[in-house]
């Protein structure tokens, strides 16, 4: 802007509130530290979708058991068996031990078998009672679900039947797996 004084025009610079360094943008330091802090932000925002989507999945693999228990329950009352009679196992999952990372074995896997044979037998128990086993083929990880007929075995009838997920590895007796035990029928001899 042009001052005018007595001896003619004379350019000066008007303070405007913004100094030469604001003009220029931002240094690359500044740039770097700004693109850290979001790098660190993501991070553990990430972190905590991770831990709360493994959070969820253990959740629905604990409804999906407790429906099974509960049709296991429906089972032995509507035909008068304990579980291994159901079943005509004393441990389904045993074929499965020492296989390593279940997640994903194909549908001819005789462990994966073992388990829908189990849910096809249960169901067929309940006389119709119970539904949606068909969809707990495989727990939220790919696994099919762990199943022990345990009541009854060796003529013992405090042993508990159980049923666990191998949980996010897919290797059972790790300690990410879950264990269930269910309760036992009364039907014992």
Same mark, same amino acid.
Request: hydrophobic letters at 30%.
């Given at each position: 802007m042009f001052?005018?004084?007595k001896k003619g025009f004379i350019l000066t610079q008007?303070?405007?509130g913004m100094n030469s360094r604001s003009e220029r943008g931002f240094t690359l330091i500044e740039l770097l530290v700004v693109i850290a802090i979001i790098g660190i932000l993501s991070s553990v925002v990430l972190a905590a979708l991770s831990s709360a989507r493994t959070k969820a999945k253990y959740s629905k693999a604990g409804a999906e058991i407790k429906e099974f228990i509960r049709s !296991?329950?429906?089972a032995?009352?509507?035909?008068?068996?304990? &579980?291994r009679e159901i079943t005509g196992s004393g441990?389904?999952?045993?074929?499965?031990n020492g296989m390593g990372d279940l997640r994903n074995i194909p549908d001819t896997n005789q462990c994966f078998i073992n388990w829908v044979n189990v849910l096809t037998k249960v169901k067929d128990?309940?006389?119709? &009672?119970? !539904?949606? &086993?068909?969809n707990m083929t495989r727990d939220p990880w790919g696994s099919p679900y762990l199943l022990d007929e345990n009541e009854g075995e060796g003529g013992n009838c405090n042993n508990r039947?159980?049923?666990r997920t191998a949980g996010?590895?897919? !290797?059972? &007796?790790?300690?990410?797996?879950?264990?269930?035990?269910?309760?036992r029928s009364g039907l014992c001899p």
């Open positions: 001052k005018n004084n008007i303070n405007t !296991v329950n429906i032995q009352g509507e035909s008068g068996n304990t &579980l441990c389904s999952r045993c074929i499965c128990a309940t006389n119709g &009672l119970s !539904v949606g &086993l068909e039947d159980t049923i996010p590895d897919g !290797v059972y &007796l790790t300690s990410d797996d879950k264990n269930y035990f269910i309760a």
